[in-house]
Antibody, heavy 119, light 108 residues
Framework: QVQLVQSGAEVQKPGASVKVSCKAS????????ISWVRQAPGQGLEWMGW????????NYAEKFQGRVTMTTDTSANIAYMELRSLRSDDTAVYYC????????????WGQGTLVTVSS | DIQMTQSPSTLSASVGDRVIITCRAS??????LAWYQQKPGKAPKLLIY???SLQIGVPSRFSGSGSGTEFTLTISSLQPDDFATYYC??????????FGGGTKVEIK
């Protein structure tokens, strides 16, 4: 079955970086893209950006431009999201989700990775 | 950015009730709208795409309607497994893709 499995929880200090991975299985990885969505504690969903697994081109939300980098390893069917210069308000659960194109719905989602930013 | 506004933010209902959740877009998004269900501590799950298309495996008690700026998600007969938070998402315009603020369906 189509599945996205993310890396484990992280605790980082303010100013540090975090890199979350998302391993895909059950489908042809390069036929789809991956979006990243985050959810702060008790809050709603916020789209961060998208990467085409085939071409590798990206589209980031303006809010994260300059701080986020999304990449893929097509040999291992893994997508990565790196967020730099972490602040306390970056504390959130980060989800990867499959999408057929940049402008699309998301299905399925990974299980989520909790990133805690604390000194 | 296209703003998505859901109402109500919280809804109390009983098993068997018909439940309607509304999502409004700040500008026309045609039918480029999806609905998700999220349970505590879990990832969102796709229910509806293209405003009214039911995702495979989703019970038929869920239905979506609307176009332009007004959309609804209807649960025809609320089941115990349906108590969760529901989000709409527009994919008409980017960046960014945007979500509604969520509607929590609670037990009455």
């Amino acid at each position: 079955q189509v599945q996205l499995v993310q890396s484990g929880a992280e605790v980082q200090k303010p100013g540090a970086s975090v890199k979350v991975s998302c391993k895909a299985s059950g489908y042809t990885f390069t036929n789809y893209g991956i979006s990243w969505v985050r959810q702060a504690p008790g809050q709603g969903l916020e789209w961060m950006g998208w990467i085409s697994a085939f071409v590798g081109n990206t589209n980031y939300a303006e809010k994260f431009q300059g701080r986020v980098t999304m990449t893929t390893d097509t040999s291992a069917n893994i997508a990565y999201m790196e967020l730099r210069s972490l602040r306390s308000d970056d504390t959130a659960v980060y989800y990867c989700a499959r999408s057929s194109a940049l402008i699309s719905w998301f299905d399925p989602w990974g299980q989520g990775t909790l990133v805690t930013v604390s000194s | 950015d296209i703003q998505m506004t859901q109402s109500p933010s919280t809804l109390s209902a009983s098993v068997g009730d018909r439940v309607i959740i509304t999502c409004r877009a700040s500008q026309s998004i045609s039918d480029w709208l999806a609905w998700y269900q999220q349970k505590p501590g879990k990832a969102p799950k796709l229910l509806i795409y293209k405003a009214s298309s039911l995702q495979i495996g989703v019970p038929s008690r869920f239905s979506g309607s609307g176009s332009g700026t007004e959309f609804t998600l209807t649960i025809s007969s609320l089941q115990p497994d349906d108590f969760a938070t529901y989000y709409c998402q527009q994919y008409s315009s980017y960046p960014p893709l945007t979500f509604g603020g969520g509607t929590k369906v609670e037990i009455k």
